[in-house]
């Protein structure tokens, strides 16, 4: 359920008309719900009711700081994978033992940010992360909390690039391994095992890949304990529950929980979740206009001002994402390619798709851009990256200004070699 929504066959966020905003701030821009977004958190938190928990939103699915406000003043936790992530986080407040960093690829300098933040705990994918982790936290004279992600060999049956836990991918440890890494962090003096971590992929429309990498995470949890006396405390299961862009049936937020709460109950851990695109996908569009119109030999094609250097999901994962007009029309339906401005056939945001026809100068809306939309947008053209706006109730924000010419050459300089 989201707030974006017609009255009278014009596109509203909550109570304010998308065409107001396109008319006063230009387009393209992705436009966010307070309302959905506050509602996303409290229906998925409130899912797992009756078991001891932590939900951290995955930053990386949408990095804008008055979204990570959104939730750290909803009490959420969050899940980073850099120090940019990091940092960003702190700016907006997030609790530092409400922090988990997982990535298979953490530098030094992010460690010791991390390390001196006081972050929860290291989500850590590797022996030699482990050894370097445990290094730096020597040198700061602490001991750093860790997991160790587990790869469960599960096929989380998603699109192969977002696919993280099989065997063949590059994260996580297997499960023999991850014992044998256990053993390792046991003995290191500066580490503290305190979890174990678990994220098989994102898009994820059915139960089954969750239970499966649950049951694999608890034999290993009861083994920990048995072979090795390591008491874990926190389970942290990732994240990955899919969305409905077209037709896909994702389990409800009920139907996820269970799995948890019945495999978990009674073990005396804490869950740790890390949400992404279930939080935020529906909670934001791309408000596009019209440029032109131009009919090929058996192809339609509708110029729009957004490319894929601001939504690259149609292009890298061939992503669908409905398109609607801003004000509803009476007119014929029509097939078409929704093309963006840049060189290449792959600058689409749809392919031979029904729409109802559309002039130059109308408003259309990318739907569900909220989640991998702005973070994946790129300057590549030339273009500035397009303004972010939230709206509550009545009220909408501008909570990233659109770039500049200026922008987009900020900290380049020409050598005094060419002067
Ligand atoms: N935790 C970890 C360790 C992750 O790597 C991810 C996503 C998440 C949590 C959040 O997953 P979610 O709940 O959003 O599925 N750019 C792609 C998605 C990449 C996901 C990467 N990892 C897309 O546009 O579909």
Not at 301 to 312: C, E, S, T, W
Not at 334 to 351: K, M, N, Q, R, Y
């Amino acid at each position: 359920m989201n707030h974006f929504i017609y009255r009278e066959n014009e596109l509203y966020c909550e109570d304010v008309p998308v065409q107001r905003i396109a008319a006063q701030i230009g387009t393209p821009f992705y436009l966010y719900s307070h309302a959905t977004l506050t509602r996303h958190f409290k229906a998925f938190n409130e899912a797992f009711e009756g078991i001891d928990r932590l939900v951290c939103f995955s930053a990386k699915a949408n990095t804008n700081l008055a979204i990570l406000k959104l939730f750290a003043n909803l009490d959420c936790g969050l899940d980073i994978v850099s120090g940019g992530e990091l940092y960003r986080g702190i700016q907006a407040g997030f609790a530092p033992n409400h922090i988990v960093y997982s990535g298979v690829g953490k530098r030094v300098d992010e460690i010791d940010y991390a390390l001196k933040s006081g972050i929860l705990m290291f989500n850590l994918e590797s022996l030699d992360e482990l050894k370097l982790i445990n290094q730096r936290a020597g040198r700061l004279n602490q001991r750093a909390r860790i997991a160790i992600r587990v790869n469960p060999d599960v096929d989380p049956k998603t699109h192969p690039y977002i696919s993280t836990g099989l065997k063949k991918n590059k994260f996580g440890i297997d499960t023999a391994g991850a014992l044998e890494g256990y053993r390792l962090a046991g003995s290191l003096e500066h580490i503290e095992v305190i979890g174990i971590d678990c994220h098989i992929g994102s898009q994820i429309t059915e139960a089954g890949p969750f239970e499966d990498a649950l049951n694999s995470i608890k034999t290993l949890i009861k083994q920990l304990k048995s072979e090795l006396g390591i008491q874990i405390q926190y389970v942290d299961m990732g994240g990955g529950l899919g969305i409905t862009y077209a037709d896909e049936t994702p389990p409800s937020l009920k139907e996820y929980a269970k799995a948890f709460l019945e495999n978990l109950e009674g073990m005396d851990l804490t869950l740790i979740l890390e949400p992404g695109r279930v939080l935020v996908g529906n909670a934001g569009i791309l408000v596009t206009r019209v440029l032109y119109k131009k009919a090929g030999k058996g192809k339609n094609f509708i110029i729009v001002d957004a490319g894929m250097n601001d939504l690259l999901r149609p292009t890298l994962y061939n992503a669908f994402h409905a398109i609607e007009p801003i004000v509803r029309s009476q007119a014929p339906l029509t097939v078409a390619d929704v093309v963006g401005p840049i060189c290449e056939s792959g600058d689409f945001l749809a392919v031979d798709r029904n729409l109802t026809e559309v002039d130059a100068d109308d408003l259309l809306a990318v739907m569900s851009t909220g989640a991998y939309g702005f973070v994946m947008s790129s300057n590549y053209c030339s273009r500035p990256r397009v303004a972010e706006v939230m709206v509550k109730n009545n009220q909408y924000h501008v909570v990233k200004k659109r770039e500049t010419y200026q922008d987009l050459v900020k900290g380049e300089s020409i050598p005094t070699f060419m002067e």
